[in-house]
C-alpha cells in the first residue's frame, strides 16, 4: 500500500514539473475575440468566441504578431468602432509606440505614445 502511494506520488510531482515547462502556445495572427483588456498593460483578457462577441454589448478584436506580440487592438460598441491601437515594436521586442485612434462623432481624434523604459511607461503623448 505505501509503495503504491508513493507512486501516485512521484507520479503527481512528475506531471506538475512537466506542465510548469510546457510551454504556453504562442497566438499569432487574428482575429481574436475578447471580453475587455487591462489598461494599464494593453493586453487582451477573457478569450471569446466570434458570436459571443458580437452579442455583447463591447468586446475587443486582437490581432497579434509572429512572436505573440499584440500588433493591433480593437475596441468595438455593438459593431461600431470605438478606438483603435496600433503597437510597434524594436528588433528586441520592446514596445515602441502605441497608436490610438478613437472615432468620436465630430471626428476621429489620434494620440501616439513612445515608451522609453523596460516598464512600457508612456511618454507624453504626441
Same mark, same amino acid.
Given at each position: 500500500m505505501k509503495h503504491r $502511494? /508513493? !507512486? /501516485?506520488? +512521484? +507520479?503527481?510531482? #512528475?506531471?506538475?514539473?512537466?506542465?510548469? $515547462? #510546457?510551454k504556453t502556445p504562442v497566438k499569432t495572427g487574428g482575429p481574436f475575440y475578447y471580453e475587455t483588456f487591462a489598461l494599464k498593460t494593453d493586453k487582451p483578457l477573457h478569450e471569446i468566441t466570434q458570436d459571443i462577441a458580437f452579442k455583447k454589448p463591447t468586446h475587443y478584436v486582437a490581432f497579434f504578431g509572429n512572436q505573440g506580440e +499584440?500588433?493591433?487592438?480593437? *475596441? /468595438?460598441? &455593438?459593431?461600431?468602432?470605438?478606438?483603435?491601437?496600433? %503597437?510597434? %515594436? &524594436?528588433?528586441? &521586442? *520592446?514596445?515602441?509606440?502605441?497608436?490610438?485612434?478613437? /472615432? !468620436?462623432p465630430q471626428g476621429p481624434s489620434v494620440v501616439e505614445h513612445e515608451f522609453k523604459d523596460e516598464k512600457s511607461q508612456p511618454s507624453s503623448p504626441k
Open positions: $502511494d /508513493f !507512486l /501516485f506520488a +512521484l +507520479l503527481a510531482v #512528475a506531471c506538475s514539473v512537466q506542465s510548469c $515547462d #510546457a +499584440l500588433v493591433k487592438l480593437t *475596441k /468595438f460598441a &455593438g459593431s461600431i468602432v470605438q478606438w483603435e491601437s496600433v %503597437y510597434r %515594436y &524594436g528588433e528586441s &521586442g *520592446k514596445l515602441l509606440s502605441r497608436k490610438t485612434t478613437s /472615432f !468620436l
